[in-house]
């Protein structure tokens, strides 16, 4: 007798966020919100915990590991040099495309009085706190903050400072690699064991991923609901149209002219991460299964997964820059401001600047907002205007700033020919 088709798990974790959606509206709908907050929310921030816990000893595990086993150094600069621009460029591409579509379809133009003044009465107070703890931003700190003080405060910190773990253990690895062998050697098996460990703890807590995702999925939508779409009905839709257009003539074309693999292999292997960081809204989050995932299911090697990947979840931030580009158009419209072709390309540069070394972690792209708008002399307090549809666009942007690591990670595997055997690539 056969046995039933186990369902993969993607499609549980889509089970789990539709099912969560329609938990979420329901209660909410009846008056038991704080059923979900106070019961199912703790379900989906463990799960979350749980997968973060381990971001940072993989990270730094594989990065030395991969780094002290290359034995051409002259690879490891080269793989460096092209990632970090494969990077820049991506991001300067996706606000590009968010100011193309943002000033085509004007989606500030005509939005109601009575709207902007509920917002802005709504939100002011949140998007004042939220001005009150914005730094100052300054392109030397923000690259003087890629050298760490001290490596396990940064390793120590909550969020963890990933962009300074990638520095350390960037040169740990380097400097494993220029001792002799046998004091290299214990150290190197030290870290390899962790990645294997690290790498099970994954596989372990992703059992649990469709009750995290349902968990996630019902606080969201019991928090903020339908409704607050209505009223920003416009501007939603130019954001989500121009994240799927990034993906469509950006993300696409790399995998299918510049690596190895094809577009459906690629996109079906993904999936899974993908649903995560929908769910999570954090790169960071994610980061662990992309680098299993690209490890496993797409066949890249542990030397690129674990030096591109922390990289882009760090740098990469593809999603939220094109989000930017139409938020700061949005506002400008709202307020009347024109925006000439000179304080656009500002707004390019600014937000690509600006992407780099900020924590990956839900709502950040908020934050760099505040430093897009200074740079061009818009009211930051006009992020009133699009805060209560921010958090369902940041599980958007989220989703697309991770498939945008996962891209580059293909294409330098592919450059560098740091595939694991695999000749049917191309046919899957």
Known sequence: MNQPKKLSLHWKILIAMVSGAAAGALLSAAGYAWLVTDYVKPVGSLFIRLISMVAVPLVL???VVGVASMKD?????RIGTKTFALYLATTAVAITIGLLIANLTGPGKGLDDSVKSQLRTEYSDVVKSKLSDQP????TEQLLD?????PFHSLATERGEMLQIVFFALFLGIALNRIPHEKAEPV????????DATIKIIELVMKAAPYGVFALIAAVIADFGFEILLPLGKYFFVVVAGLVLHVLIVYAPMIA?????TVRKFFKAISEVQLLAFSSSSSAATLPLNMDVCQKKLGIKEEVTGFVL???????MDGTALYQGVAAVFIAQVYGIPLHWSEQLTIILTATLASIGTAAVPGVGMIMLVIVLQSVHIPPEGIALIFGVDRVLDMLRTTVNVTGDAVV???IATQENLFEENPDAKTI
């Open 409 to 411: 990670a293909s294409v």
């Open 188 to 195: 190197v098996r030290f870290f390899d064991g962790l990645t």
């Open 257 to 261: 002219f510049l690596s190895k693999l």
């Open 136 to 139: 100052q931003f300054s392109v």
């Open 73 to 77: 150094l002259k690879k490891l600069s």
């Open 61 to 63: 595990a594989s990065l």
């Open 310 to 316: 922390p990289l882009g979840a760090t740098i990469n």
């Open 146 to 150: 890629i050298v760490p003080y001290n």
